[in-house]
């Protein structure tokens, strides 16, 4: 409540007159071969987006004594898209950047690691030679806090989104650091170590000596970076999040959104997506923090999102740029209408005849019409589609820009690393430009940063990507003899070695 009055009253936000005179708007007389960087006359950074990717970043700079500006698109930090998970190679991230930032988010948060994390089976499934398995049964669990604590991590918390924004924003950042209603539309590589010149929505130019975009999966920065076609870029809907988008904006973006996809060569997952917070204590909650009910072409995911909230997700596969029907008097609630079917738990089950766990049920029936969220699910290839040198040798940057976070890297939400690793890519981008001593290294460090991250980051993706369409797949595996278990076996083996490399202290 606090964060989401701070956000209403725009504390901390650049607003008014030291808007009007703001570093950023006078463009510098820097000359040809660039000049040095020193503690009088630091680096200057402008970041485009300012959620978690944009605020790590800017919070990591700032750490490296750097001038920040953030141009975030959204009239203010409103409560939407619910509660996230800071992993605990996130956390160490943090933790590096800004200890009081790390502190106040570990105090506002709830930890999930204490408890069982794994996949379960949506419904009866299996024969003799497969193995049979009941409703709700375990078909794999995995210890979150094992590999942590082997790494010397702290344990995965989860926090509410503004209140992550509001601890960033007040203790990673400089007061009137954040700028509102604001898009990076294009922007300018002046040359020769003199920075860059990006251009708003609205036409206000800001001038700095590096750009980040960290925009977003419809970055703008990464259209005009890459090259892409007009209409790369922009606001679409999509993400399990669900974000500020209502009904019927979402309605009329869905198709817009495949057309967006493939001008900015993004990979549709095959799923489209219903999310929602529920105002619910979860009848396993004392037990379970996070887990997969599997199914036929479709799966459930649950974690809890802290005082005594459940965050919850179903993963439909179908084609992209579906839309439900609206609200009549006849059915004014289509979208849970349509869940209570997919997820039947009586009589003859869905429409594949699966009597489904009530597990699922119990949360979607504790969710209302108005929080329920639906979007396509996009992300983007693992490794680059490319044979152009420049992007071979530096993926995510060029010059005196870079991209990070969902911008550079969109990945499927099963693991929950999507913002974890905006988190690491926002340290990383602190401490290559943190050894930057002349304005004309600025390309090196920014090359470097990318290609620290781009292998890391693919492996992750690449994980995410495997992962989801392998979930939905489990209902075929379970009726086929010995590879049903084996599959299981090894699923349940490796994953004590997948935590490992996303738990490492070193990013």
Known sequence: EEASADAAALRNMLVGEADKEAWWRTPRDTPKGGRPVTKDDPLTVLVAGGGLAGLVTAAACHAKEMKVAIFEQASSYAPYGGPIQIQSNALRAIQRI??????????????????????????????????????????????????????GLPATVVVDRPVIQQILVKYGVPEGTVRIKSRVQTFEDLGDGRGVCATLEDGTKAYADVLVGADGIWSQVRKTLHGLDDGAGGFAASGAAGGALDDAEARKLAQETVRVAAKADRRYSGFTCYAALAPHRASNIEDVSYQILLGEKKYFVFTDGGGERQQWFALIREPAGGVDPEPTPEDPTPKLTRLRKEFACSGDGDQDGNVWDDFALELINASSEED????????????????????????????????CGDAAHPMMPNLGQGGCQSTEDGYRLGEELGTVTHTKDIPWALGKYSRVRVIRTAIVQGFAQLGSDLLVDFDLMMTIPFLGPFFLTMTQLSMPWVLRFLYTAEF
């Open 372 to 403: 329920i969220k639906r979007r396509d699910l996009y992300d983007g290839a693992p490794l680059l589609t490319t044979v152009d040198p420049q992007r071979l040798l530096s993926p995510w940057a060029k010059g005196p820009v870079a991209i």
């Open 98 to 151: 800004n200890p009081q930032c790390y502190e106040e988010l570990v105090a506002a948060g709830t930890v999930t690691a204490d408890r069982v994390s794994g996949l379960k089976i949506g419904y009866k499934k299996g024969n003799k030679l497969a193995g049979l398995y009941d409703k709700g049964d375990w078909l794999v669990r995995f210890d979150t806090i094992g590999p942590a604590l082997e790494a």
